[in-house]
């Protein structure tokens, strides 16, 4: 089907409360953020939870449960839970929501790498909670751990629930770890490869980046993918029209940027959405509904997830 799948990952575990207003937080601001996306042409919502009191990231189910009913009964779009959470969390607190909830897609990141989230202090200087700073801070030494033997545990756990994959590769070596896994069968097409570019300690944001993710993982996994890119923060839509000009999907949202052009903060989710829509549409493409996106990527439907 040529249509793009449009992706928003509505708050994410990178950026802080303090800096911007617009960031969700609470159960309800998701709720909102998500169904905005949706209405606006997003296909597939991607959740992060917070606690609502300092916007730290929380990954237990009970964090989950406060939104997922009320977002389900507003939207039709295919829900998307991280397993990513945050990377100081280990692999078996970050898959707990999507054990228990089963959702029709869950997020999986294809490898380890350094994560550096520490730039951010030059730009932003003032915090409201105490933890934001030093969550920034510790980044300078840390490895987002997700070994072989933690993505063969997230895959066993969610093998029998019906859920699949979005498939975060932050680099190149990210698209052999899948081939790994696919040679072995542990996991099964059509893989929805989702391309990081942009973070510091992964590929960089340059043309030949893109293309070089898109002509390695066209060589590995051929008609058995689909592609979908993110760029993070000022990078976000030009690596979106890249990508959707090259015949891929794309994902936007307040966790990858807060940006909606140069020095403007967005506002919500869905400006980002629309954003990307015009982008795609002034190209001569489609975007994909979230039954069309069901068919693309083999989803189960709505009617299947514990929630």
Known sequence: MNKVIITCAVTGAIHTPSMSPYLPVTPEEIIEAAVGAAEAGAAIIHLHARDPV????DQ????FARF???IKARTNAALNLTSGGSP?????????????????VASLNMGSFNFALFPMLDRFKEFK?????????????LIFRNTFKDIEYALAACAANGTRFELECYDIGHLYNLAHFAERGLIKPPFFVQSVFGILGGIGTHPED?????????????????????GAGRHQMRIAAMAASMGGNVRVGLEDSLWLGRGTLAQSNAQQVRQVRQIIESLGLEIATPDEARKILSLKGQDQVRF
């Open 54 to 57: 300092t916007g730290k990231p």
């Open 129 to 141: 909670h105490d933890w934001e700073r030093q969550h920034l801070e510790n980044s300078r030494d």
């Open 88 to 104: 100081f969390m280990t692999i078996e607190e970050r898959i707990q929501p999507s054990m228990k909830f089963a959702p029709e």
């Open 210 to 230: 893109v293309a070089h993710m898109k002509r390695t993982a066209d060589r590995l996994f051929g008609s058995d993918y689909q592609w979908s890119v993110l």
């Open 68 to 70: 997922l009913p009320q």
């Open 60 to 63: 237990s189910p009970e964090a």
